[in-house]
């Protein structure tokens, strides 16, 4: 089983549609969880941080489930921009970084 | 947060040459790292560059390959060593503060070419 999984996709969704997406962590010592966007051909950038009370910025949401071990990233009313892949980014002890292998998201009108 | 310039942006490079990528933090960090992105996959970790002292790489990644300076606490440079049409892929520079809740800041990347 892989550190940090997520389901590649890609997920097609139309103009205002709710989406979701998960990504499983086998550490359960992981400390602390992050959500990255990565647009074609571009470096990832950070969308947001994810609490463990869940944390919310406009339309995307993040939450952790500890006991599941994985984190969730939603995003309401999508965007024709919101099209990218979504990386999550798991932090174990030590300082030790983990991708998972992307999300892809694509957001047609 | 910290910006980080990486040059140069693209280069196309000949079988068995070296390519030297520079990164450049605006700001003192703990941690730069290097990574490599290949077509269509996540990020792998190259090495992580150290201070003063010999980078700690990854497995699958050598020094003499990749050879890692990182002379003070905003630069580092790579190099990818007598290359090949397999080391074709996207190198990204990155950094960190050394809180395990600090964020990562990425480079804009290297594309990298080899014919």
Known sequence: RKEVEQDPGPF??????TVAFNCTYSNSASQSFFWYRQDCRKEPKLLMSVYSSGNEDGRFTAQLN???QYISLLIRDSKLSDSATYLCVVIHAGNMLTFGG???????P | SAV???KPSRDICQR???LTIQCQVDS???MMFWYRQQPGQSLTLIATANQGSEATYESGFVIDKFPISRPNLTFSTLTVSNMSPEDSSIYLCSA????EREKLFFGSGTQLSVL
């Open chain 2, 28 to 30: 003192q960090v703990t």
């Open chain 2, 96 to 99: 960190k503060n050394g809180g």
């Open chain 2, 16 to 18: 068995g040459t070296s």
């Open chain 2, 4 to 6: 980080i310039s990486q």
């Open chain 1, 102 to 108: 992307g999300t892809r998201l694509m957001v047609k």
């Open chain 1, 12 to 17: 097609n969704v139309p103009e205002g549609a």
């Open chain 1, 66 to 68: 500890r006991a599941s």
